[in-house]
Structures are given as C-alpha cells and as structure tokens.
C-alpha cells in the first residue's frame, strides 16, 4: 500500500496524506481492482524487461570454467583460438577472501522471481543469486562458476567503442595466476613478455595443440621464443 501510495502521488492519482489514501482505496476498492488487474500484466512485462539491466547497474561478475580445453569455449570466447587463458589459484585470495564462487546450475526451467526485496532485505540477495546461478542446459559443457561484485569496488573507465558506457575491472593479484594458456592460432608476443617478468615466474606458461586425428586440444608447455 506504501508503495502504491508513493507511486500515486507521483503520477498525480491522488494528492493528500497516507490515511486519507487508506480512506481512498477502502471507499473505492472494486475500482482500483479492476484497474490494478488491467495494469499489472503490462508492469510485469516491463519488469522482465528491465529487472536485468537494474540489477547490472548496480552488480557484476567475474566468470570462471573449470574447464582450459574445451573447443566450444575457445571459440566463443578467445577470437577463434587467437586469444588466451587464464588459470588460477582456487586457494588466492581472490577465492578465498572474496565473494562467495557459485557453480551455474543448468536447467530448462527460468529463475520464478516473486516481490523485490527492500534494499537491504537479505532476501534481495538471495533472488539475485539465483538468478546469476541459472543458466540454459545448452550451456552445461562450460562448467561456469560465477563471482557477484558490486560494481562500486570496481575500476570503472570509459568503453573506447560504445558512447555513454563504462567496462569495470576488479583488480587480480599476480599471485593469483597460476598458468597461462595461449590458444593454437595466437600470435601475440605480449602474453609472454608480460609473463616473464618477476611477478609472473610462477605461472605456467602453456600453448593449445589441435590433436592430429581429434577435434580435441592438447596443453603442452611453451617454450621461450616461440
């Protein structure tokens, strides 16, 4: 009722205080609920609409695999095996310190949201954890975990190519590498001068191999110069 009050006022429905707007409703029930049965459809679409670009205002993720050789995620998401991987620690900080890691659950069915909690509520994050958890079963082979941010602790800087954009970064501690897997096609040197200086001589250094007979890849070691 507080919030159909406020909504209300805004929109000019009605103008006095809250007990006259209790006084309002109780001496106009049958109306406002057939108003309210022809209004909600059309704001429950708009909900599903915007409830993920509300919630990405405020939240990010970091999103891992569990898996460093799959085709599929190589191609989706190194630019046709020209790219790299990144390993890490599950025992850094990053892991261990940081938000909670939640493995995606894979199924048909959508998240079901009910009310939006208050901020606040521990029950907002709640919903916004199952929501980040579920993912469509054609997706399963991923094998993704996925970390929540709130995006005000994350290094916010300008998209060079989308106007009225920002990227947000969190900062990794070198520490937290454990390996780095560039893909068959990448030609890059970068990767490797960044991995040989000292912050990096820890980390593994490895190149993906297309197998001679199967659409499979193999991890072999890089060696220095190639």
Request: hydrophobic share 35%; with cysteine.
């Amino acid at each position: 009722m507080q919030m159909m009050y406020v909504q209300m006022l805004k929109s000019r429905g009605f103008v006095g205080s809250y007990p006259d707007f209790i006084s309002f409703v109780k001496q106009h029930s049958d109306k406002l609920a057939r108003g309210l049965r022809e209004w909600y459809p059309g704001q429950a679409a708009k909900f599903r609409r915007d409830h993920i670009n509300m919630i990405s205002q405020e939240f990010g993720l970091i999103c891992f695999s569990a898996v460093p050789d799959d085709i599929l995620m190589w191609s989706h998401y190194t630019h046709g095996h020209t790219g790299l991987v990144v390993g890490f620690r599950t025992d850094a900080p990053l892991f261990t310190k940081g938000p909670p890691t939640h493995d995606v659950e894979y199924l048909e069915e959508r998240v079901l949201m009910g009310y939006v909690p208050r901020r606040g509520d521990p029950k907002l994050r709640k919903q916004i954890n199952a929501l980040i958890r579920r993912k469509s079963f054609h997706w399963k082979y991923e094998i993704e975990w996925r970390q929540l941010h709130f995006l005000k602790n994350c290094v916010s800087t300008p998209d060079p190519d989308t106007p009225n954009k920002s990227n947000y970064y969190f900062p990794i501690d070198a520490s937290s590498i454990s390996e780095v897997i560039l893909g068959c096609r990448c030609t890059d040197k970068e990767p490797q001068s960044i991995l040989n200086q000292k912050d990096f001589e820890h980390a593994r250094f490895l190149r993906a191999v297309q197998d001679e007979e199967l659409f499979k890849l193999h991890l072999v070691e890089e060696t220095s110069g190639t």
